[in-house]
């Protein structure tokens, strides 16, 4: 049953509070009177009570609390993280951005996303560096290359920006690539995409949850949920389907709540699990690496699924990787040698000319996998409790129309048709969405 | 003014050896011995670099690896540590980051405006218009620090080393020295990895006496059997104790990474000085007490004439003696421990000129030397899963819990005499060799699985070292003005304190706001001065505010040593050289190489439709099943029942994963009573000998039953075509190949051209009469010129890849992955009475069951195509639409032209509503263009019936 919040939405109440806005003028301003800006966002005293509380302060959690407030009203909200804002994958992926997804339902989500990117920077009055550099998935064998034609005709009927290129054409866009016939796994095409590319990930983080806080949005870092209470359910303690949720306990109190969304990544079955609900996911490490700097050569992404690596380069002048997920189950991040170690051999497979750039740091995060490789999003068979989550290692692509539909989501009481497809009740209707063909490297 | 010093007693230059070597095109010369900066320094350059954001002209900060400011491109190779690496006879160096010049800099202007570009100035400007942006990230991008990559580069020739060590000790200074000695002499293999080029440590720039006891050491060392590594860094310690070595010296090698097991690492990295934050702490001139040692003792360079001095500890009253006796004029000393420091060091951009003190007066002075403390280098600790704890008495931080198998010693524990630390190495190396007994013992103990040991596991041997004490330390951190933290990042600690009142006033957050601490050092030298900072904004102590957790690897390890020589296969049949020297065109297959085709893929198909043809199907998985529980397993695999199969016949199925969705498909035989012959698609090979050994061994242990792959232990071969039983039969005498005889879906064991032990059965994928034979590899390329020659009056021909696809699609077999995808239900290719519901079970029945029942979702439906024009042959993974929309109800999924019907013929997913025969669809082209096909009745566009399958 949709819970109600007509009593909480309160649009007229919503008012900006009147922070400082950034420009080149302003940094100007006050470089010349050598005054420094206010704080980017507050740090306010927990409640006992908040209309909506936000689990995960990450990008989908701040962009539903921004949305929620900015575009909902609804601005009794507390976002809380149990370390700091962006510490999770929101702080530790690779930070590319596309749509050219396999699916309609994929292609049309994606696209409002980057979409949201795109005017981001204005939007949200922070410059997020959104680099529109374009995407390559290079294809090393037959089955890849019809797999991207595939891509490409579904994009093509979508209005997506993409096709399939040649190696002159991959050799042209990007001259550091090994387009010759004679290598181990010869590059035969690539699945071009001139809109996709990369953004800063920690200043989307902070453009979000600086923006709620001006729409009065409280953030609560080093608060950890503990448990998420409950009446009515099935389950002990009034918790599991049937249940509706009543608030949340946390590291520094407890606060009621008529509305709570899990918007974890790597724990988002731990918190279902303390609102009695189990979820179909299990969490996977996957491992980024980056390089020391070096002047800027490779100006585009670029994806090999066949050689599972991604890679692309930051205006600093560092290589950024990633790979797959690696196939163990588990919540350790410490990272392993053999991740580098065939990382780097399928990077000189791709450009033997960076054999002497050194590896300055590896590091992994957590992502939540689920059968389909879609997301669980919506409502749940607990009242108030909503889900955000099971992004496996895409979800930072879907971040901003997550939150929006998310808020949406909440404030209108039913579930907005662009994520109807990822809802949880899916797995009992049988209706998966088809991204596991296109999504073993989704980048 | 001349800086060399006359030669002295410590150096590790060789005057005998000169060096010539180019310096931003300028000819200079430097001794074997010296590194790249020490040599420049002698004559008499003192500017490096520039620094990232503004530009500075940046000097010798700490003359050893982790010098932020010493990174030089070498030739081809970029960001090399100058002040490390060797200098080679015609080296060509030159600086990086600077244009036009290292001297006149045009990007300097940077620093006028150094206000303005606080940390994070970026985030706040070139919001608006959005449409210039692009524009201004060009620019941006142009500022990129670093050297240069070569796109011309080659593959570097690298390799690796494994081994198994009972100990690896991480440092060569006295304590990690004295702990390799102690657990050699007590009988344990040793490596002892030593990041700088000589043993010793601090010792190497101390006193003759040091160096004696440095000298005695390695000697000692040496002569315990030691596996000694220089110029080598234990990177990384994963879990396990696997442990990574970067070795740089390996003869003929750029950079070897050594993977080692150790039973127990040592970890000895000893202490990295660290710099004091104050203005003008960046000037060339300004350097830390280790560099101006270093630069003494080691290479007798003079680093300055008129040296200001401040200093807390021993080694910067150290510093003031060398310089001393290197002639350098000491202008003032200031001790820290009295309370005493410096404000501030001016000068113009290129030197220090003077120092100013607390008190407002001014020193004139071209160098000034610090020593206000250390970092602990904790990286190998933290990787161990330690979190360190800052200990304000001693000014630096320490390790809190370590795992057994990772013993601490030496400056990273505590402080000490000599002969203290010396002590505390032996006896922690003694430990490291008690504990490593124990971990010898314990795998002993479980390498036979049939035995297990006797009585209790014996204890971890307790550490009962005498500790190391925290000798107190003033904490030095910032001058009363602000100065350079990051000097690899330009971030100072005016930038810090900024971004913290702005709310980035966590240590992460201000991390990766700012950037501080993100450069190549990682943190090594400014890690602790960045906490500090933040402490002072927050009101904290250092305690409070924390630190950040140092991630793998400690020192920067190139890509073509962690690649090593890269190691992807090629598998290629036994047949492949007949295929070379026959006119094969390859096509890569996953791992395999194998024959697309042999010329013309059109007539390899009308000559197996007409007279015989021969391919090679080596890459086709086998698996080789024994034991009585096997028709349980292929139960469980297969979707269709298997209880039952004869010995002798062979039977189709087709395996789902969990999720129903097809995995596999192929034919299994039953060769005897409790020995079977599993076939698998080429692709599906590796991962199917898993899933079953992942059913035996997590499942079902208790079933007997022995899978071997034997994939490449037969040379698999296809004789199709309507004369391939006349063709056989000219190789086979004891097996009788007529129809009655030998049926369709039967397999034989026989001799073929007097090879023993071959299979054959009579399956065809392509349509036509056919015998696939599997032969003992060793004897593949034997029977197959057998059936060119025997065959050559049959007509009997080679075909390929293409040809056997062209012929599966006329015939409408499906291949997994390629007509199914990732979301194919069992259900979708059509064979749905191959799906047993009845059996007791079967991987993917609750899914299937729920597919197939009342309710569940329309599946989309596997049908044959044909195109309306015939000459038309859409691309593969053409969309299939609604007629007049954009809605998707399908696509092509495999397409030909058939030379045997003289048409297009096709095979696609499309959803119920336009699966029935005889509808016409719409199918979207790829350049846009739309035409139209119909959808046929059955699978097969040629011989529907079998008829010649089964002659």
Not at chain 2, 211 to 229: H, K, P, Q, S, Y
């Amino acid at each position: 049953m949709p819970v109600r919040l007509s009593a909480v939405i309160r649009r007229s109440l919503a008012k900006r509070r009147l922070a400082p806005r950034y420009s080149g003028a302003g940094l100007l301003w006050r470089g010349v009177r050598n005054s420094s800006w206010p704080r980017v966002w507050r740090e306010p005293p927990l409640k006992k009570s908040y209309d909506v509380v936000v689990i995960g302060g990450g990008v989908h959690g701040l962009a539903t609390a921004y949305y929620l407030a900015a575009n909902h009203g609804i601005t009794d909200v507390a976002v809380l993280d149990k370390a700091y804002l962006g510490s999770g994958g929101s702080g530790r992926n690779t930070a590319i951005v596309r749509s050219n997804y396999l699916t309609p339902e994929g292609v049309a989500f994606y696209d409002r996303s980057l979409e949201l990117y795109n005017t981001m920077s204005a939007d949200l009055n922070l410059n997020v560096m959104f680099s529109e550099r374009g995407h390559l998935t290079l294809a090393h064998t037959d089955s890849a290359v019809r797999t991207m034609r595939w891509r490409a005709e579904v994009n093509k009927l979508q209005n997506i920006d993409s096709s399939v290129i040649g190696p002159a054409e991959i050799s042209r866009i990007a001259p550091s690539l090994d387009t010759s016939p004679n290598t181990r796994y010869p590059i035969l095409a690539a699945l071009y995409h001139p809109p996709g590319g990369t953004i800063r990930h920690d200043a989307v983080v902070w453009a979000y949850a600086r923006a709620a806080d001006a729409h009065g949005v409280d953030m609560h870092q080093k608060t950890e949920v503990i448990d998420i209470t409950c009446e009515g359910g099935e389950g002990p303690d009034g918790k599991g389907p049937g249940a509706k949720v009543t608030g949340v306990c946390t590291s520094k109190g407890d606060v009621s709540a008529r509305v709570v969304i899990n918007c974890t990544a790597g724990w988002a079955g731990l918190i279902a699990a303390m609102a009695g609900l189990k979820l179909p996911i299990t969490t996977h490490p996957l491992q980024a690496a980056v390089t020391e700097p070096v002047k800027v050569f490779l100006p585009t992404v670029v994806v090999s699924g066949s050689l599972h690596v991604y890679v692309s380069q930051t205006d600093r002048g560092e290589l950024v990787f990633g790979a797959s997920v690696d196939p163990f189950a588990t919540y350790d991040m410490g990272g392993t040698l053999d991740f580098t170690e065939e990382l780097a051999g399928h990077v000189l497979e791709l450009m033997p000319a960076v054999s002497e750039m050194r590896l300055l740091r590896q590091w992994a995060g957590l992502c939540d996998i689920t059968p389909d490789y879609s997301p669980v999003m919506g409502f749940t068979p607990v009242e108030g409790f909503l889900c955000d989550v099971g992004w496996g290692t895409y979800g930072f692509k879907a971040g901003p129309v997550s939150g929006e539909q998310l808020a949406k989501c909440v404030a209108e009481q039913a579930t907005p048709e662009l994520i109807s497809p990822f809802a949880l009740s899916r797995f009992d209707s049988g209706m998966l969405v088809g991204e596991k063909g296109a999504a073993a490297v989704g980048h | 003014m001349i800086r060399r010093l006359e030669p002295r007693s410590g150096e590790v230059i060789d005057r005998a050896t000169p060096l010539k070597f180019t310096w931003n095109s300028k000819k200079h010369i430097g001794y074997a011995g010296d590194t790249i900066v020490s040599a420049l320094l002698a004559n008499n350059e003192s500017v490096f670099s520039r620094s990232m954001k503004y530009h500075r002209r940046r000097g010798v900060l700490t003359a050893d690896y982790w010098d932020p400011n010493t990174m030089v491109q070498v030739g081809t190779e970029p960001n090399v540590r100058g002040a490390h690496r060797l200098l080679e006879a015609d080296m060509l160096v030159s600086a990086q980051n600077a244009w036009p010049s290292l001297d006149f800099d045009v990007k300097a202007a940077n620093g006028l405006f150094g206000r303005f570009l606080t940390a994070g100035f970026y985030y706040k400007t070139f919001i608006k218009p959005q449409r210039l942006w692009p524009a201004y990230e060009k620019v941006l991008a142009r500022f990129a620090p670093g050297g240069v990559v070569d796109l011309n580069t080659p593959h570097g020739y690298h390799d690796k080393r494994y081994c198994h060590p009972d100990v690896v000790v991480a440092g060569g200074g006295p304590a990690g020295l004295a702990a390799a000695i102690s657990a050699a002499q007590a009988g344990m293999n040793v490596m002892l990895v030593e990041h700088n080029h000589h043993l010793g440590g601090h010792l190497r720039w101390g006193t003759d006496e040091d160096r004696a006891v440095a000298d005695e050491l390695e000697a000692t060392a040496r002569m315990a059997g030691v596996e000694i590594l220089t110029d080598s860094t234990v990177t990384g310690r994963y879990d396990d104790n696997w442990i990574a070595v970067s070795q740089r010296n390996h003869p003929g090698v750029v950079e070897r990474l050594i993977k080692a097991r150790a039973k127990i690492l040592v970890v000895a990295p000893g202490l990295i000085e660290r710099p004091y934050v104050f203005a003008g702490n960046d000037l060339p001139g300004v350097m830390l007490s280790g560099a101006a040692r270093r630069l003494i003792n080691m290479y007798a360079v003079r680093p300055g004439n008129r040296g200001v001095v401040l200093t807390a500890n021993a080694d910067g009253d150290a510093a003031v003696v060398d310089l001393e006796r290197a002639g350098v004029e000491i202008a003032a000393v200031l001790d820290a421990r009295a309370g005493e420091t410096i404000s501030k060091a001016s000068g113009s951009s290129r030197h220090l000129n003077s120092v100013t003190l607390l008190d407002g007066s001014t020193v004139k002075a071209d160098l000034l030397v610090t020593a206000v403390g250390w970092t602990a280098p904790t990286s190998l600790l933290n990787m161990a899963g330690d979190r360190p704890c800052y200990s304000p008495k001693a000014a630096r931080f320490f390790s809190t819990a370590l795992p057994d198998n990772v013993i601490a010693t030496g400056g990273i524990v505590g402080d000490g005499r000599l002969d203290e630390l010396i002590a505390h190495g032996a006896s922690s190396g003694e430990l490291a060799a008690e504990r490593a007994a124990a971990v010898k013992h314990r795998l002993r103990s479980t390498v036979t699985r049939a035995q297990t040991p006797e009585g209790p596991e014996p204890p971890m041997p307790a550490d009962h070292r005498d500790g190391l004490c925290k000798a107190p330390h003033p904490e030095l951190y910032r001058s009363d003005t602000h100065g350079m933290v990051d000097f690899s990042e330009d971030v100072g600690s005016k930038d810090l304190l900024s971004a913290a009142a702005e709310g980035f006033d966590s240590v992460e957050l201000l991390k990766r706001f700012t950037t501080a601490t993100m450069g190549p050092s990682q943190g090594k030298l400014e890690t602790v001065n960045t906490v500090a900072v933040l402490g002072e904004a927050r009101g904290e102590s250092i305690e409070e505010v924390g630190t950040t957790v140092w991630r793998p690897p400690y020192a920067p390890i190139s890509l073509g040593a962690l690649a090593g020589r890269v190691f992807e296969p090629v598998r290629v049949s036994s047949l492949h050289e007949w295929h070379t020297a026959n006119n094969m065109k390859p096509i890569l297959a996953g791992q395999w190489i194998r024959p697309d085709h042999y010329g013309d893929p059109a007539a390899e198909v009308t000559n197996v439709r007409t007279n015989v043809g021969i391919i090679d199907v080596t890459p086709l998985g086998k698996l080789d099943l024994r034991g009585p529980d096997v028709p349980r397993l292929l139960n469980l695999l297969y979707t269709n029942e298997w209880s039952k199969l004869p010995v002798g016949r062979v039977r189709y199925g087709m395996m789902c994963a969990e999720d129903g969705v097809v995995a596999d498909d192929g034919v299994t035989g039953r060769l005897g009573e409790d020995h079977y012959l599993m076939t698998t698609t080429s692709s599906g090979a590796g991962q199917i000998w898993q899933w079953a050994e992942m059913w035996l061994q997590t499942e079902h242990p208790d079933w007997q039953v022995h899978v071997t792959p034997v994939t490449t232990g037969y040379t698999s071969i296809n004789i199709a075509g309507p004369r391939s039983r006349d063709l056989l039969t000219r190789l086979v005498d004891d097996v009788d190949l007529s129809p009655v005889a030998f049926e369709y879906m039967n397999v034989r064991s026989g001799t073929i051209a007097g090879v023993a032990d071959c299979f054959m059965w009579r399956i065809g994928f392509t349509g036509e009469l056919s015998f696939e034979i599997h032969v003992p590899a060793g004897f593949g390329l034997h029977v197959w010129e057998q059936l060119i020659e025997k065959g050559a009056d049959l007509g009997v021909g080679p075909f390929g890849l293409e040809a056997q696809r062209i012929m599966r699609l006329e015939k409408g077999h499906f291949i997994v992955g390629q007509d199914t995808d990732g979301l194919t239900k069992a259900p979708t290719t059509g064979l749905t009475p191959l799906i047993r519901l009845d059996k007791a079970d079967f991987a993917g029945k609750p899914e299937l069951e729920w597919s197939l029942g009342a309710g569940a979702p329309e599946l989309p439906v596997l049908v044959a195509i044909r195109p309306t024009d015939p000459q038309l042959v859409p691309d593969e993974a053409c969309q299939i639409l609604r007629k007049g929309t954009a809605e998707i109800v399908g696509r092509i999924t495999s397409s030909r032209f058939s030379p045997t019907l003289g048409r297009s013929v096709c095979l696609g997913q499309v959803t119920p509503e336009f699966a029935a025969a005889g509808t016409e669809i719409t199918v979207r082209l790829c350049d846009g263009s739309d035409t139209t096909a119909t959808v046929m009745q059955h699978h097969a566009h040629f011989d529907p019936e079998g008829v010649r399958l089964r002659g």
